[in-house]
């Protein structure tokens, strides 16, 4: 099945911006509905920004105006445009489609804001 490895992540500080980046391999890239979560300790993988196949996208709340998703179905590849990070964006960032089935969940990266 599809294999998804998410990069990009680092330690930054408050403000700065970092791109991530999510590469998959083992299936049809461009006609999966994709999305970026992310994951803290203790709390449950929350939705980021999701972009379908058309490339329509959608964001949560906490990343309107200061994320942006975006795709390469040529390279199969997926982005996160991070800007103006804060601390509380720190956590594991995923990959996956938007809808199920899902991949099995990668590693993640960990991106992590200080102040």
């Known amino acids: 099945q599809v294999q998804l490895v998410e990069s990009g992540g680092g330690l930054v500080q408050a403000g700065e911006s970092r791109r991530l980046t999510c590469t998959a391999s083992?299936?049809?890239?461009?006609?999966?509905?994709l999305a970026w979560y992310r994951q803290t300790p203790g709390r449950q993988r929350e939705l980021v920004a999701s972009?379908?196949?058309?490339?329509?996208?959608a964001y949560k709340d906490f990343a309107k105006g200061r994320f942006t998703i975006s795709r390469d179905n040529a390279k199969s590849a997926a982005y996160l445009q991070m800007n103006n990070l804060r601390p509380e964006d720190s956590a594991v960032y995923f990959c996956?489609?938007?809808?199920?089935?899902?991949?099995?969940w990668g590693q993640g990266t960990q991106v992590t804001v200080s102040s």
């Open positions: 972009i379908r196949d058309v490339g329509d996208t």
């Open positions: 996956n489609t938007l809808n199920p089935p899902r991949a099995s």
């Open positions: 083992g299936g049809d890239f461009s006609l999966y509905h």
